[in-house]
């Protein structure tokens, strides 16, 4: 009775392993989950570039080209408008430290107490 159960447990094994087998199709390797970058190339990237990104998972979670792909080019992006903004408030500085001394100089001699008439 047990090399029947074990005849049998095998036999229904094997039919579903050729059951979902089939001829192999539905174990081959499926094509690898690539990113189709919607970063825009041509100008700077804003707020729902960056909420549009999905990256692609691998076996052991992202695909570390990707990933590494999409942070140079955000890097690359904050990086050239840090600069920007520096750039923009050292000319702001020197506008005003300007004005300051336009101001001052145009200002008349302001008279004390001493000028006693």
């Keep these: 009775m047990f090399w029947f159960m074990l005849v049998a447990l095998v036999v229904v094994v094997a039919a579903v392993a050729m059951a979902v087998l089939g001829d192999g199709s539905a174990l081959k390797d499926a094509e690898p989950d690539r990113l189709d970058d919607p970063l825009p190339p041509d100008r ?6 960056i909420d549009a990104v999905r990256l692609p998972v691998a076996v052991r979670g992202y695909r570390m080209l990707d990933v ?4 140079d080019r955000l890097g690359a992006e904050l990086a050239e408008r840090d600069a920007r903004i520096a750039e923009l408030e050292a000319s702001l500085a020197g506008a005003r430290a300007t004005l300051l001394k336009d101001l001052h100089e145009q200002r008349p001699p302001q008279e004390g107490p001493e000028s006693g008439e």
């Design 68 to 71: 590494d792909e999409v942070l």
């Design 44 to 49: 700077p990237l804003a707020r729902s570039d």
